[in-house]
């Protein structure tokens, strides 16, 4: 019996052990065919209390700075809540036609919310669960100010809050769908938003000001539509053959900065001079300017020295990462994929790929930095792509993890974010344990199973005893039916089966 229970344990931690930590089965596919586009949910808080959080409603040009640069082929939709929540960009495939549309309703974002339901708005942002397409991946994106707010009751919003983080948010998280929070002012619920980017594997951002929110967005964008960047050494970048397209983004903090761009043969852009193939979009904070069918060479983006700046490329010969995920604890050693594709392909030709300098770059929540030399420490896959070891982080924080592949005339780098967890996770409403204890479960199987056994034996004992009274009250009432007592005998009256067997 004992070794039954010992081996039953056993099985059982073993069982839970590999459900929590192996990926799903999604994951295993190759992940040299992979090739997943990316699917991006924006919910905006349209609340009442925006009046003042976002008073000049930058929310407004930070999205149509997002509509611009989602990438061609994705998908993306856009809703707005308060207290019912309301499509105000359908979800659909990005094209020019779903880009106009999403321009003109940038103008319908208010401050006319009641309450802030976040409950339905994540609901609604996942109306197809059941039917999505597996080759897209689908992240959400949340931007408030407050928190639950469903009812006038806060026990009913402590309960909707509660049901959120127990039962749709690990839902979401176990079917690879992060959702990434965005604090709007102090008086979002900061643990709770925080408490929902980590059940779903996401990150969590807080926005001092409105200002901020146009950077975060990017930052956002980055994660679930990572795109490939050229180099910037004081704001001169090279321009491949392979580059179709090239976009820059500029930000700055004053609201009269002077911004252009000098191609390599020295003509001149500026966003008040209309150029083919060159189109700008300016705001009080940013300025993004797109080139088509780019000349190749050096280019310069002239801007002030206190500006930052990236630039992105479409081209045919594109980098490629499978990145760690968004959120994850402590001393997990993790796993990148690197590659190259030439026209949709992945490139496999050694003498090709020998010509390459690939490098991964770790830079930690203190700034220090690490790096793998991938092309030295790693042979030349047949496959075309390279799998790294990441190594473990033992700090809490986010990482910034950068790809950076440099040829004789090609450079390339992406960038991608990890949030660190280290230790529990503070507690967001109910008193559940957010994390699964690190001491065996073999313990706590056992005691339950001796629990079992016990109640099992005082239940036996209790049925003995039971047994012996009724031996000793049908052995009184046989005494008593004897000739010569004084109570008569009474026909029909016989002990049953058990009480013969507990007789005998």
Known sequence: MKGSMAAAARILCTLLTLWLVLPPAASFADPVTRMMKPDLRLLIDISGSMKDSDPDNLRGPALELIVRLLPEGARAGVWIFGEEVE????????????????????????????????????????????SMDPSYRTSIVLLTDGKVDVSASPMANA??????LQDAAPSLGATGIPVHTIALSDEADWTFLRALAEETAGLAEKAETAGELTGIFVQSLEMVAPTARVPLAGGSFAID?????FTALIFFAGEETSVGLVSPSRVRYRPERAAEGVEWFVTGRFALVTVSSPEPGQWQ?????????????????????????????????????????????????PE??????????????????????????????????????????????????????????????????????????????????????????????????GAIAAVGLVSLWISRRRRRRRLELWKRRFQDSQPGAEVPVLDGLRADSEDQRGAS
Request: glycine fraction near 8%; proline fraction near 8%; aromatic fraction near 4%.
């Open 241 to 245: 053959d392979s580059v179709e397209e």
């Open 301 to 349: 983006l002239a801007a002030p020295p206190d500006a930052s700046m990236r630039v992105t490329v479409i081209a045919d010969l594109q980098l490629e990462v499978d990145p760690l995920p968004n959120s994850m604890p402590a001393d997990r050693v993790g796993e990148v994929g690197i590659r190259l594709r030439d026209g949709g392909d992945v490139l496999r030709d």
């Open 159 to 164: 309960a909707a809050a509660r049901k959120l």
């Open 87 to 130: 499509v105000l960009v359908p979800h659909r495939v990005i094209d020019a036609a779903w880009r106009e549309e999403a321009r003109r309703a940038v103008a319908q974002i208010d401050n006319s919310g009641q309450r802030t339901n976040i409950p339905a708005a994540l609901a609604a942002a996942t109306y197809d669960r059941g």
């Open 352 to 449: 090709v790929l020998g010509l390459m300098d690939i490098r991964l770059d770790i830079t930690g929540p203190d700034g220090t930095t690490e790096t793998i030399d991938v092309s030295g420490r790693y042979p030349i896959p047949q496959s075309g792509e390279y799998r790294v070891a990441v190594p473990a982080f033992a700090r809490g924080g986010r990482y910034e993890l950068t790809a950076r592949v440099h040829g004789k005339t090609l450079q390339r780098e992406l960038p991608m974010y990890v949030e660190v967890i280290a230790g529990p996770a503070e507690s967001a409403i109910s008193t559940r344990p957010s994390d699964i204890p690190e001491t065996s479960l073999a313990v706590p199987i056992a005691s339950v199973l």
